[in-house]
């Protein structure tokens, strides 16, 4: 198990390697690093000499990729892209174009979105596992045909729809909760309600289908024929059965996503005024902030990468049968 | 059915619970976002959208972030409240500062004298005594006078991860050196300042003074993070004495005056800048630019621009009032009751941020923020037109108390022609130069910017007749404001040319019907923009009709804002649209836009360059020249009005328009009058908490039938649910069997 830990974290490094390539070549078709300091300097006065000044003092002024000048592997070290990327591999993220930790950014920026993002994950996923068996109890019959049509219809709105809608009825028509704001403790719960409420029932279209599809399959299966013929009533042959065969497929979907739960959500925090680190993302595509951008992306990447590797691990626990050695 | 009524039972015993608590919370407002500890205090409500990037003076520029450092810093001058045109007048100054003009040997010389006889100007400023600085950690000291928190070492950081976390300040007396270290800092090297290029060419010796601390700052690399300015005198800055210093500029330069009304001549303290040069604070991202200290009204106690920014009265500021003149109407509109009085009248200002205009306008309306802007989108549910081009608020927002002020802002829309251009701009014969103006005066006439501003800025805006824009000395109002060129005078006001008109100069250029004479093709021409949202498409349509009136084909090139630039700064733009906001309200600032040496192609001074249209025309240039170093009267007004005229005649811009700014208050926000030039308006403000707090809890009563009816349904459902489950699942080994036997 180690040994395939460890191989997988060495696969990940050309992969990550890869990612920052790829995003660095992108930032930088649409922004010169003249663009960067203009965006930072402001347009009305400012110089060609203060424009250079700039550059240098935040490591801009070198060739991006390849450097003509140096000879042998000062070639590709003394790029900006060599720069800014060897120290994000040790997480030092350095500082913003504004001249701010990034670390210290995503560390304070990191629970309100958490704060969303695990009630939304954990309701979800009990709600949306609870619905979907419901329905294939009560399959066939009219329960789970006007549950189909009922997800289909959740799925078939944006998720914008809801948040706006959602705002207009329980904050600005009934009053019960704020529009959007955060505080810390307690208080944060009646900014949470909402956005919570309306992540949860924004994806629970698609994700109760899924899990239904999931449930049907395994329905089929002949050990839920021998529990049956054990005399097991429905309910235990869902729960305790089939629920626990189909755990493969749902921890796929879920643990990969567990990681991701520290990015936050880019259009619920902008709607609902959440200091994360989605809104913290958008800031700095508008501000062309190519280090945190970088860095963002890049720590998207690792917890993605430890989210699939949580997956396979997981794999082993509830499959007996899985093994990596 | 024993399980029924036990499912019953207990829905009833929460139904009958939730009622309980729903009736006690009667009365209460839910929604409130703020902490229920500040209910019905003093406090003001804003909103900001943009975080701000810089709060330190030297570098914050952008409105955002000076709607902050001009409540926190005081520079030597404001402009007065409530008068118009702006008047300027001391702030921590005495008196306004003494200008006194220098020959080459250095005499004093009188103020009447050429400019070219004008080695440089000393503006000399006297501060008044008595005036002291936030409690600040920067200026704590021990029982031996030692500062404390001067060399702070890891253990002294352990708790520290905030300003307000450090448990001793102190403050002191503010001192003319602090005001002349502020304008050394403008040329530091690890600060960019966005003037700093304009003000190395007027502040005597500060181009050199930055190369004499890049050199300081490299000889003591490593050693430590703070350059005491104090140790590197600079030629254009002299300190006096405790409270007056002098700054010299080269020449004359009489705009300088506005710049001192601005945060970036605010004072700085030494001390605040050896506290925070110290590394292991700016590492934890304590740093100046996050923490501002000031003399100000009121001083930053919270910093969190991605949720809200707190200002709190500062303790130490005392000794302003009130202005107790205005203009007549300020009279009637009740601005001058509170006249004499002390001011800041507000103790607190939370600015909440809000990045989305639906929330932001349901607060507004709830009674969650005291202001708010107009968005396209609430246009209509807001104001209504009530003829004559007035406008008021619609009836429901009378009904609140809602109240709506408008300004014209010191700022212009436009849409430039690159004179550099062999079609729009013409060749290097006279005869091509000639043909270009034609075409440009005929599209001059053709865009008609009454429509635009009627239908895509919702009547916002005031259709410009040349760059000046309303309220800045030297705009023209009436006939005599008139553009000839595309109006004439009718019935009392400009009336627009015919389309003929403009066919007929259409044809005098050479494209008679928009068919180039000489090649038989017909005219196109491309409008260069940045990057558009799908909403802004029918705009562009209707600009692309505009010219269609002439025949001519308007091609649209959108590229992003960084292309756009770029294509703007190589002059490979052919029309294209640009604005401007006025730093100061002098002709100066907007006449500068259009003089030659700032053109942006071909301008190797090293200078900033706004002149995106590149028009170069050397009597406008000359008549520039001497205007800039003018002082305001008739003189200036006529080479001001020449000037203009050459502009309109030579017509490099489509003039565009001057937008009007909409605010919405509420009734209990008070003393507002709107502007975009002075910024430090939030000490005159003042709020009615109690009336503020009455209307939150009338507009915001907690509406609970929905939640009754929803557990009413869940019950409903949940019942009959049940008992189908039970039902269902007795059935379901006989359906299973039935299905596999069959």
Known sequence: MLSYIIRRILYAVPILVGVNLLTFTLFFVVNTPDDMARMQLGIKYVTPEAIEKWKIERGYDKPLLFNPKLNGIDQLTHTIFFEKSIAMFAFDFGKSDEGRDIGYEIKSRMLPSFAIALPVFILGLFSYITFALIMVFFRTTYIDFWGVVLCVALMSISSLFYIIGGQFLVSKLWHLVPISGFATGLDATRFLILPVIIGVISSAGANTRWYRTIFLEEMEKEYVRTARAKGLSEHLVLFKHVLKNAMIPILTGAVVIMPLLFLGSLIVESFFGIPGLGSYTIDAINSQDFAVVRAMVFLGSVLYIVGLILTDISYTLVDPRIRFN | ?742
């Open chain 2, 1 to 742: 059915m024993r399980l029924r009524i036990i499912v019953i039972r207990i829905a009833v015993f929460y139904l009958a619970g939730i009622v309980l608590v729903l009736l006690t919370a009667c009365g209460q407002v839910w929604n409130n976002p703020y902490p229920a500890s500040d209910v019905g205090k003093n406090i003001l409500y804003n909103v900001f959208t943009e975080r701000p990037k810089h709060l330190d003076p030297v570098q914050s520029y952008s409105a955002n972030e000076i709607q902050f450092t001009a409540q926190i810093y005081q520079p030597p001058l404001q402009y007065h409240y409530l008068k118009r045109p702006f008047t300027l007048i001391p702030y921590t100054a005495a008196e306004m500062p003494v200008i006194t003009y220098y020959d080459h040997d250095d005499y004093p010389l009188p103020s009447d004298v050429e400019v070219d006889d004008i080695a440089y100007t000393q503006y000399e400023i006297t501060i008044r005594p008595g005036v002291y600085y936030q409690p600040h950690p920067a200026f704590a000291t021990n029982e031996h006078n030692e500062w404390l928190y001067h060399q702070l070492d890891d253990k002294a950081l352990a708790t520290i991860y905030k300003l307000s976390d450090f448990p001793e300040t102190g403050s002191r007396e503010l001192k003319a050196q602090d005001y002349a270290y502020q304008i050394k800092r403008l040329a530091h090297p690890k600060l960019h300042s966005p003037i700093y290029g304009l003000m190395a060419d007027y502040i005597m010796g500060l181009r050199d003074y930055a190369g004499v601390l890049r050199s300081a700052q490299s000889s003591q690399q490593g050693k430590e993070h703070f350059l005491n300015l104090n140790e590197y005198p600079l030629e254009g800055v002299d300190i006096v004495d405790d409270y007056t210093y002098r700054i010299k500029i080269n020449g004359k330069y009489p705009q300088f005056i506005y710049w001192l009304a601005m945060p970036f001549f605010a004072p700085i303290p030494w001390e605040a800048d050896v506290f925070y040069s110290q590394k292991s604070l700016i590492e934890k991202n304590i740093t100046l630019d996050w923490y501002p200290v000031g003399t100000g009204p009121y001083m930053l106690t919270e910093n969190n621009p991605n949720l809200r920014m707190v200002l709190e009265k500062n303790p130490n500021f005392f000794g302003e009032f009130y202005p107790e003149e205005g203009m007549p109407a300020d009279y009637e509109n009740g601005l001058l009751v509170d006249a004499g009085k002390p001011i800041p009248f507000i103790d607190k200002i939370v600015y909440s941020r809000e990045r989305e205009g639906i929330p932001r306008w349901n607060k507004f309306l709830q009674g969650y923020y005291d202001a708010s802007g107009i968005g396209s989108d609430s246009f209509d549910q807001a104001v209504q037109l009530v003829g004559q081009g007035e406008t008021t608020v619609t009836e429901a927002m009378a009904r609140q108390g809602i109240r709506l002020e408008t300004t014209v802002a010191v700022s212009t829309f436009y849409i430039g022609f690159n004179m550099l251009d062999p079609v729009v701009g013409g060749g290097r014969t006279e005869e091509s130069r000639n043909a270009a103006r034609k075409l440009r005066q005929a599209i001059s006439i053709a865009v008609d910017y009454e429509e635009f501003i009627s239908i895509f800025a919702n009547g916002r805006g005031l259709p410009a007749h040349g760059p000046i824009a309303p309220g800045v000395p030297g705009h023209r109002y009436g006939e005599a404001g008139m553009n000839p060129v595309v109006y004439n005078w009718v019935n009392d006001g400009p009336q627009r040319k015919s389309i003929a008109v403009a066919r007929y100069l259409l044809a005098e250029a050479g494209y008679p019907n928009g068919i180039d004479k000489k090649t038989g093709a017909p005219l196109v021409l491309y409008f260069d923009v940045t990057a558009r949202s799908i909403e802004d498409r029918s705009m562009l349509d209707w600009m692309r009709k505009q010219f269609q009136k002439l025949n001519i084909q308007l091609v649209v090139r959108s590229t992003d804002y960084n292309r756009f630039q770029d294509k703007i700064r190589k002059g490979n733009a052919q029309i294209f649209e640009w604005g401007w906001h006025a730093d100061y309200p002098d002709p100066e600032n907007f006449l500068f836009l259009l003089y030659g040496p700032q053109r942006k192609v071909g301008n190797s001074s090293g200078s900033a360059s706004n002149n995106a249209a590149n028009y170069d025309n050397p009597e406008y240039d000359q008549l520039f020249e001497q205007m800039k170093d003018m002082d305001s009267g008739p003189a200036r007004q006529e080479i001001i009005d020449r000037m203009v005229e050459i502009l309109r005649y030579d017509a490099p811009w489509l003039w565009g328009y001057h937008p009007k700014e909409y605010g919405l208050y509420h009734e209990w926000y008070q003393n507002v009058k709107p502007n975009r030039i002075s910024n430090n308006n939030v000490k005159y403000y003042r709020i009615d908490a109690d009336l503020r707090e009455q209307r939150r809890r009338e507009w915001n009563k907690p509406v609970l039938w929905p939640i009754v009816v929803g557990l009413i349904v869940v019950i409903v459902i949940l019942v009959p649910g049940i008992s189908a489950y039970r039902r269902y699942e007795s059935t379901m080994g006989i359906k299973n069997l039935k299905s596999r036997t069959s």
